[in-house]
């Protein structure tokens, strides 16, 4: 079984924490595939996509420079399926093929965790809080800087976490 080395989408590497590489016979043709398990944030910036270039240095040394249409599949981490048609699959003998209708597909998620992800690369997501404070506080953070006030409530939900693990 063909094994992916690392990937490159529109030129940037990116992190993949676990692959599979295979062609799917279908009664239209034959499709290369590919599923990643990505970062939230990878997965954000490219899962809406349309179509993205493609270098796919493999484990053997072979690379794949192609488009692939995206695909983003819902549930469990954060992936992608990319995939293109293709015409000849001469080029591809020692890659796994599976008919459009088997069920075995790869089971890239095993081993991972939504954990292990974001001790890579952890996303961070804007929120806004309604709050009741003295009018003292109150008037001090509508003078703070938005980047020393993410610092603050980071900070202080990480002691906030710790103490909560020592009681």
């Known amino acids: 079984m063909v094994e992916v080395k690392s990937v490159k989408i529109d030129g940037e590497s990116i992190y993949v924490f676990n692959s599979a590489i295979y062609i799917v016979d279908s009664s239209t ?3 290369l595939e590919l599923d990643l398990i990505v970062s939230e944030i990878v997965e ?7 179509n993205l270039i493609l270098e796919i240095e493999l484990l053997d040394g072979q690379t794949i420079n192609t488009i692939m249409h995206v695909q983003r599949l819902s549930g469990g981490l954060p992936k992608l399926n990319l995939y293109c048609d293709l015409n ?11 008919s459009e209708n088997n069920i075995s597909f ?9 954990e292990d992800i974001r001790k890579i690369e952890m996303p961070n997501e804007q929120v806004r809080l309604k709050l009741t404070l003295p009018i003292d506080q109150a008037e001090w953070i509508k003078k703070q800087k938005q980047g020393d006030l993410n610092e603050i409530i980071r900070e202080a939900i990480s002691e906030y976490w710790k103490k909560r693990a020592s009681d």
């Open 29 to 31: 043709g034959y499709t």
């Open 44 to 50: 954000r910036k490219y899962g809406e996509e349309e």
């Open 88 to 98: 000849d699959i001469g080029e591809y003998q020692n890659f796994q093929v599976f």
């Open 106 to 114: 790869p089971q890239i998620e095993e081993g991972v965790s939504i």
